[in-house]
């Protein structure tokens, strides 16, 4: 009953902005009904967010906003194919157990220390999402934290109440942070992407360009949540001294898993090689000083697209046979990939471009033109500020789509685009505070040791430092860069 309200409600929405005597043509009219209908199905799912996402290819033909064909455009953007290969390429790492051996081997390193066991989760935590999904890592993630849990309950004296709660955050932390670093992170990376270079093709987004400012802020980011996290369970100093039977579980863990194994060694091969060929396909410039790209062999270098070697390396997966078998097989790939992911991105780039082509945008930016007038760095507070907000309540990549040709419209003159864009779609990833925010935050908190307001109460604050960091990094980085 509550979803077929829902449903009514948002189709009621859609019909009362067309009828309502707005100062709008009615092209743009459509575009704003289709726009709040789909974030209205987006926030509340009363249909899957993937069905929400097919509407713009129902709605604007059927109102004469844009043809089927124009539409259909967004869906196959080549943003997609990059997120269809990574996703595939994820899917590889996680049949062979390659995520779990590379977590394993990054907390065996901090050797049983309470501090440095924290730490050691957000490393392998953040790192692993920088190239698989949030949500995959945080529910491989989440047996092994709860194991040390039980291990420490049973063995240590010690009061860790809070402790145990910090490890649990810090998984749920780390895959948002770490989600932010690479471009393929992320699906609001890549929905930046696909927008920016669609915009700016003379100067598109990069797997480089964005590795260049996300990884330096997940590099600051992680040890500030991590501090955060000591301070949460009582210092230091109340976690002073090693856990010797925290190390021989871990290295128990380790041996279950034996010696790499063939398939293990060559899917980190592929993986290494697409980041190689993802990192110098574009000419890299320090100065006067030029690394040519491997796409500038080529007659056409603008030809390649980062996509090219998402679906290269996804393709040689299932070429590559060791003892007979093939690394991937169709039917692992058709069970693990989210397929709906890529039809949200279809949706979220067809509502994009409408935005534009109807001049919505330009009729958006005229009733925010009052904000324009305040100093750039508290406007660019405010629009992250304001992201921060929404994304709690609602999936990231969902209210990155909606936002990011709203923002686009309301960018003062004689600023780069990119200084606005960008902040923007990572605040999108910095929903720290509640469990519906994200699916790390949701998994962490299904476990039953977490309260709702101890996510507030942490996770406030964390917002609040990324907020100001990403703002920083942001006036002083972004220019450099781009």
């Known amino acids: 009953m509550k979803n077929n309200a829902i449903l009514i409600s948002g189709f009621l929405i859609f019909l009362s902005i067309l009828l309502l005597p707005l100062n709008l043509p009615f092209a743009q009219k459509v575009t704003l009904g289709v726009a709040l209908l789909m974030a209205i199905y987006w926030a509340t799912e009363a249909i899957p967010i993937p069905v929400t996402s097919l509407l713009p290819i129902i709605l604007f033909p059927l109102f004469s906003v844009e043809s089927s064909e124009e539409v259909a455009k967004a869906y196959i ?34 050797k049983g220390s309470l501090a440095l066991t924290l730490l050691g989760f957000m490393v392998s935590t953040s790192f692993l999402s920088m190239w698989i999904s949030n949500t995959a890592t945080t529910m491989m993630m989440l047996p092994i934290t709860l194991s040390v849990i039980n291990l420490l309950k049973e063995k240590s004296n010690l009061p860790l109440e809070k402790y145990f709660r910090a490890l649990l955050l810090s998984i749920a932390y780390s895959s948002s942070i770490g989600g932010v670093g690479t471009l393929i992170g992320s699906p609001p990376n890549l929905l930046l992407a696909s ?112 996509s090219f070697v998402a ?17 991937l097989e169709w039917n692992e790939v058709e069970k693990r990939v989210p397929w709906g992911i890529l039809l949200l991105f279809g949706g979220g780039l067809s509502l994009a471009d409408t935005f534009i082509k109807s001049g919505l945008s330009s009729s958006i930016a005229e009733l925010f033109k009052h904000f324009k007038v305040l100093p750039f760095p508290v406007f660019l507070f405010f629009i992250c500020f304001l992201m921060v907000i929404l994304t709690e309540f609602t999936s990231n990549t969902a209210i990155t789509a909606t936002m990011l040709p709203i923002i686009f419209s309301v960018i003062p003159q004689n600023t780069q685009p990119i200084t606005f864009l960008l902040p923007a779609t990572i605040s999108a990833s910095l929903a720290f505070m509640l469990p519906v925010a994200t699916p790390p935050n949701a998994i962490v908190f299904s476990s039953g040791h977490l ?9 406030i604050i964390l917002d609040i430092i990324a907020l100001f960091l990403l703002s920083f990094l942001s006036l002083f980085l972004l220019d450099k860069i781009f």
Not at 311 to 327: E, G, Q, V, W, Y
Not at 451 to 459: A, E, H, Q, R
Request: charged share 20%.
């Open 77 to 110: 953007d080549p943003v997609i194919f990059l997120f269809l290969g990574g996703f595939i390429l994820a899917t590889a790492v996680e049949k062979w157990n390659l995520h779990l051996r590379i977590a394993l081997k990054i907390l065996l390193f901090f």
């Open 195 to 306: 927008f920016y270079s669609r915009q700016f093709q003379e100067n598109p987004m990069t797997f480089l360009k964005w590795f260049l400012f996300g990884f330096p802020f997940v590099l600051i980011l992680l040890p500030l949540a991590w501090l955060l996290l000591i301070i949460y369970s009582g210092g230091f100093s109340k976690l002073k001294g090693n856990f010797e039977e925290l190390k021989v579980y871990l290295s128990q863990e380790k041996e279950k898993l034996g010696k790499t194994s063939k398939e293990e060694k060559a899917v980190l091969f592929s993986f290494l090689f697409a980041c190689l060929l993802w990192i110098f396909r574009a000419p890299i410039s320090f100065g006067s000083f030029k690394i040519p790209g491997w796409s500038e062999i080529f007659p056409h270098s603008s030809f390649f697209h980062d």
């Open 311 to 327: 679906i290269l390396f996804a393709t040689s997966l299932f070429f590559i046979k060791i003892d007979k078998k093939p690394l």
């Open 451 to 459: 309260k709702v307001s101890t996510m507030l109460k942490i996770g």
